[in-house]
């Protein structure tokens, strides 16, 4: 969360506030994706109706410092970290007996 609210705080965007119900829908996911050894993205679609507008930013990888900066690099996971339209977030993080970390990040407005 400090990580996402400080990419946030650098372009001048609200920080995020925490969400339950995206916290559970993300750690859902991440186990997932780790229990089928699979990368890929979730139906956040399901997510609307409660929610406006939805995103979803996944990721795997050895240490969270990597998976961040990967994410911000990435131009369309640069644009939902900083988007100010989405006003929570839920993270979701499994990491595995090897200790490799899936995490996936849904935002919510």
Do not use: C
Request: aromatic share 12%; glycine share 12%.
């Amino acid at each position: 969360m400090s990580l996402i609210n400080q990419v946030r705080a650098d372009v001048g965007v609200p920080a995020l506030s925490v969400s339950g119900s995206l916290n559970s829908y993300a750690r859902d996911w991440s186990f997932y994706m780790s229990d089928t050894n699979t990368f890929e993205h979730s139906d956040i679609g399901s997510l609307l109706g409660p929610w406006s507008t939805v995103g979803e930013n996944i990721a795997y990888g050895w240490s969270v410092t990597s998976m961040h900066n990967a994410l911000v690099a990435s131009p369309g996971h640069y644009a939902n970290l900083t988007s100010p339209n989405f006003t929570h977030v839920g993270v979701g993080v499994w990491v595995e007996e090897g200790g490799k970390i899936w995490t996936t990040h849904v935002f919510g407005g």
